[in-house]
């Protein structure tokens, strides 16, 4: 059997899905080689499958099968495609901050993305969620204002399934945010930085508010924070800044805890702490897929070429059998 | 509790269905309408029962494998009464699609009926399709398969010609090819949704891994029937098999992991 008939044989295809079907099943077991597991068959597919159209002219003229098999084909395609260009990364932000594409943290980035995320530009203005009485999460608001155009500025509003698309990255809300606690320091010759600390997601962590800070003085003190207000149990509420309105910070250090409101401040090594005021913190969710949309086109049209077939095929055969019954018929009566 | 006695009565309609499928006189069922207007029944008695249910909580039977079975006891009776009423062949497979339905409500039966919130990001248009065609490919299995299996149970063929197995075995391949297609729209449908509710189309996680196998089965059987002469049994029995991958991965493998696809079909 020469290479050419073996790989365009339907039995070799057999083999090389029933490979696919234990790679998968490796995949999950194997995290770490999934993507080889699956890679090899599915190539091997590929190429099987390129073979059958150009060596089987019986196959192409059944257009709603070949129409099945080259989106296939293009799904797989795609995928690589998309693994090779995506991006994905998360983002926290405060209520006032202007975007930074270095707070960004990556979770993948394939090999042929070209960063642009230093051309995008916000300013994260007011978060509010809302809350049902049994503490489900409801809608998130999370408003950005846009640079002006025109002298005209533009406001966005992000939520968990309204997303921002801007340079073909796509920003969505998610369950992550928390407040933030604003500091100012001041140090012994008298210079002044502000700047946020994010607490724990909140309400998540709503038992733990606390977080561990170094000081631009070196010293290393705990923050624990209390909004002032806790969600009441069997009724609505929304997440925003105005919740905090009688927050406590408490800064522990070796010495003792300062218990500070908001424009309250205290001494600490080699500079004065001073808590200025609480926002909200967001956190976002950045993809970057360019292939997602044509994989999903060529999907769709791959299941209408498989149902266009099947429905040929079925027709056909009903046609078929109609016109022998029919002739059976007619045999009875001349009969 | 009338929703428990709905799925009760439900159950109980399916059940009495089922043994009516074994009476038989002659060698045909002797019951057998009266056994499709109790299918048709427990339709009824589980739909309003999932509608007190919906009405009630305020979101649909997808979270805990109660609202899981009661759901697929509802929607794969229906297309399979609906595939009856089409094909009137596929009512030979009734002796084991009906206690196969009537297993699924017994087992929601004795579950808890508690309620466990869907999350908001996991409430979008493409869940709904999502199931939709997910119900719509077990419901065309089920009905494929059961004939399938009917035939393969059926010992003595005496008084039926080769021209009508060859017929309903064209009728098992058929309703496993519809099966196909909607299998195939159920994990597109599916990837949209995880991609909308998670941030990621497909992550291999083991629902999604499952998913994937049943469909390559699936894919591996219509292409064996195409590549060997293979014998009728076979291929019914293969069916078979597809069938059991099918029902494990959906209601097995959601409630056995601890991913976010877990409880969620």
Known sequence: ?335 | MPETLLVWSGTAAYGIAAILTFIRSGGTVRYQAWAHSLLWLGVILLALAITLRWVENGQGPFMTLYEVLISSGFSLGLVYALAISLFAEVRRGMMIALPFLFMLTIWASGLSTDVVPLPPTFDNFWLWIHLFSGKLFLGSLLAAVSLAGALLLQNNRAGQSDAEVQKLDGLVWRLASVAFVFDSFMLLAGAVWAHIAWGRYWAWDPLETWAFITWLSLGMLLHARLTFRMPLWLGWAASVLVFVIAFLTFFGVPFLSHTAHKGVM
Do not use: C
């Open chain 1, 1 to 335: 059997m020469s290479a050419l008939k073996l790989l365009s044989s339907l039995k070799f295809t057999l083999l090389v899905m029933a490979a696919l079907a234990i790679a998968a099943l490796f995949s999950y077991k194997n995290p770490a080689i999934s993507t080889a597991w699956i890679a090899l068959p599915l190539s091997i597919l590929a190429i099987n499958l390129l073979v059958v159209i150009f060596t089987n002219p019986v196959f192409r003229k059944q257009y709603g099968l070949l129409f099945f098999h080259i989106g296939l084909l293009a799904v797989i395609l795609l995928a690589l495609s998309d693994q090779l260009t995506r991006f994905q990364g998360r983002l926290e932000i405060t209520e006032g901050q202007e975007f930074d594409p270095a707070i960004v943290s990556t979770v993948r980035h394939g090999p042929l993305h070209q960063n642009q995320l230093h051309q995008i530009e916000f300013l994260q203005s007011k978060v509010k969620v809302e809350y049902s009485a049994d503490g489900r999460r409801g809608n998130t608001r999370s408003q950005i204002r846009l640079p002006a155009k025109n002298g005209e500025e533009e406001t966005v509003i992000i939520g968990d399934r309204q997303a921002w698309e801007v340079q073909g990255y796509r920003f969505l809300s998610t369950f992550n945010k928390g407040f933030a606690v604003i500091l100012s320091w001041q140090d012994e010759a008298g210079n002044v930085v502000s700047g946020a600390v994010n607490m724990p997601s909140y309400p998540l962590n709503e038992w733990k508010q606390e977080n561990l800070w170094i000081t631009p003085g070196g010293q290393q003190v705990t923050l624990s924070f209390d909004p002032g207000s806790s969600p009441e149990k069997g009724r609505e509420w929304q997440l925003e800044t105005e919740r905090a309105s009688d927050a406590r910070l408490t800064v522990i250090t070796d010495q003792g805890s300062h218990v500070l409101k908001a424009g309250d401040n205290t001494q600490l090594n080699r500079g004065s702490l001073t808590f200025e005021t609480v926002r909200l913190w967001m956190g976002y969710r950045i993809d970057y897929q360019p292939w997602l949309f044509w994989q999903f086109i060529a999907a769709v049209l791959a299941i209408v070429g498989l149902g266009f077939h099947f429905w040929q095929k079925f027709s056909q055969h009903e046609a078929k059998t109609s016109r022998v019954n029919q002739s059976a018929e007619g045999l009875i009566h001349s009969a």
